[in-house]
Nanobody, 118 residues
Framework: QVQLVESGGGSVQPGGSLRLSCKAS????????MGWYRQAPGKERELVASILTTSHPTYADSVKGRFTISRDNDNNMIFLQMNRLESGDTAVYFC????????????WGQGTQVTVSS
């Protein structure tokens, strides 16, 4: 098992930036695909970005070119740099760790609120 703790959420005006961090309780170097999901009120949770290795990040179309996911395996952390934020980015953002196995297990953080409003 792995515990995940997010930080870095907050309120920002449209066009602003935020950086989310996620700290894992154990090494994520080899065993996990790490990702960020978000859930807006009344909507389903959706994948924002995921990363297996530094050279293979994936992004939802809605955030491509604005968000960047990265991972620091030495410190068991991942990050989400969010630039040019829009009101549609308002949601609770969740850190996710998915085991690399034939039957993956998913672990979630408690979530951090991001609000984009003028």
């Amino acid at each position: 098992q792995v515990q995940l703790v997010e930080s870095g959420g907050g309120s920002v005006q449209p066009g602003g930036s935020l950086r989310l961090s996620c700290k894992a309780s154990r090494s994520i170097r080899w065993d996990y695909i790490m990702g960020w999901y978000r859930q807006a009120p009344g909507k389903e949770r959706e994948l924002v970005a995921s990363i297996l290795t530094t050279s293979h990040p994936t992004y939802a179309d809605s955030v491509k070119g604005r968000f960047t996911i990265s991972r620091d395996n030495d410190n068991n952390m991942i990050f989400l740099q969010m630039n040019r934020l829009e009101s549609g980015d308002t949601a609770v953002y969740f850190c996710n760790a998915q085991t690399i196995s034939s039957v993956p297990n998913n672990y979630w953080g408690q979530g951090t609120q991001v609000t984009v409003s003028s």
